[in-house]
């Protein structure tokens, strides 16, 4: 155990009283413990000090303000070990629509509301009485979306990672345990990574299909973006034709998924003319949408032929998500590792 473990214990404890806070009621299922039960008590003194007294909205952005996290994700995702047990009290209530939505506060919290579920099916009760009223219904069998599979593709490979499967028998190629853990804490880029979950729904099997080739072909992990060289062409009978529509064809899936112009990050060689550079991409990038104008990488080469495209997430120009999220999608659509 050390000090920073006192961190998890506040926000766990938060998080109970919070919900303890509105729904004071409830304190009967924590009888079998005294000690809880009274620190629970004192969860009403929190009502009109910590939490506006009649209205619940925002009530949970009071731990990651305490505690000093950049969302309430990171909050509810890592710190906040009793959602579970939260879970459970609203599901033998039968409320569970009208709490912890997917995707709202996390993949790994929706795992650990379907973990509360469970307990209230095993018997975590209110009472003998209570539990007899509570008729769950049954729910019909649906095909999952995408961003459903990307996400329970994203959470079983960080679920077997951390239970000491190695991260290279689990991960796909190009994916690492540090920029798939990225995924999960992604500090600035968070609504980047909202909108890419949410662009899932919107692709076809094609896109998914064209959109895999291209990152195999053309992502770099470091700087992260996609990077357009003829170099990477070199099967092809004419390399600077086929760069070039690989790189409008990329542009126009990403902008199907709901990503504008002001979205798009386009780079050159520092050390490349930019006149030259303008030359070859000026016509491709305006046909898309996208200024001509470049940011500048470092690198050795002055090839000006060679043009990089990343997403811009609030002040960062580019990002592992990008990858994370196509090899997800890859994944949890079933492709071939490799494309054909």
């Not at 214990?9 to 009274?38: C, D, I």
């Not at 990574?193 to 072909?217: F, M, P």
């Not at 070039?244 to 902008?255: G, H, S, T, Y």
């Not at 001509?292 to 080469?301: C, I």
Request: charged share 20%; proline share 5%; net charge positive.
């Amino acid at each position: 155990m050390k000090l920073h473990h006192l961190r998890h214990s506040f926000a766990s404890l938060l998080a109970l009283k919070l919900v303890m806070a509105r729904h004071p009621q409830w304190l009967g299922a924590f009888a079998p413990w005294p000690k809880t039960t009274e620190e629970l008590t004192a969860s009403q003194e929190l009502v009109g000090s910590l939490i506006k007294p009649f209205n619940a909205a925002g009530d949970s952005f009071v731990i990651p303000r305490l505690l000093g996290h950049s969302s309430l994700q990171v909050s509810l995702t890592h710190y906040a070990h009793t959602l579970d047990i939260a879970a459970a009290l609203f599901q033998c209530y039968g409320l569970s629509k009208e709490v912890l939505h997917d995707r709202e506060i996390g993949p790994l919290v929706h795992k650990r509301f379907e973990a509360g579920v469970q307990i209230r099916e095993n018997a975590f009760v209110w009472s003998a009485e209570s539990l007899a009223q509570f008729k769950p219904q049954g729910k019909p069998q649906t095909a999952l979306s995408r961003s459903q599979r990307v996400d329970m593709t994203l959470v079983d490979w960080l679920k077997r990672c951390r239970d000491g499967e190695p991260a290279t028998a689990v991960l796909p190629e190009g994916l690492t345990l540090e920029g798939l853990q990225n995924w999960f804490s992604p500090r600035q880029a968070v609504k980047l990574q909202e909108r890419l979950i949410a662009a899932s729904d919107k692709l076809t099997d094609d896109n998914i299909h064209l959109l895999s080739r291209l990152g195999h072909t053309y992502w770099q992990a470091s700087p992260p973006m996609f990077w357009f060289s003829e170099e990477r062409c070199k099967g092809s009978t004419d390399p600077e034709l086929t760069m070039v529509n690989d790189a409008v064809a990329l542009i126009k899936l990403i902008r199907q998924c709901g990503f504008d112009a002001n979205d798009f990050v386009t780079w050159r060689y520092a050390k490349a003319n930019e006149k030259s550079h303008k030359k070859l991409w000026r016509k491709t990038l305006a046909s898309a949408g996208l200024k001509s104008q470049s940011e500048l990488r470092s690198g050795r080469s002055n090839n000006p032929k060679c043009l990089g495209i990343s997403l811009r997430a609030g002040n960062v120009k580019r990002t592992v998500l990008l990858s994370v999220w196509l090899l997800a999608l890859k994944h949890g659509c079933g492709l071939p590792e490799r494309p054909q």
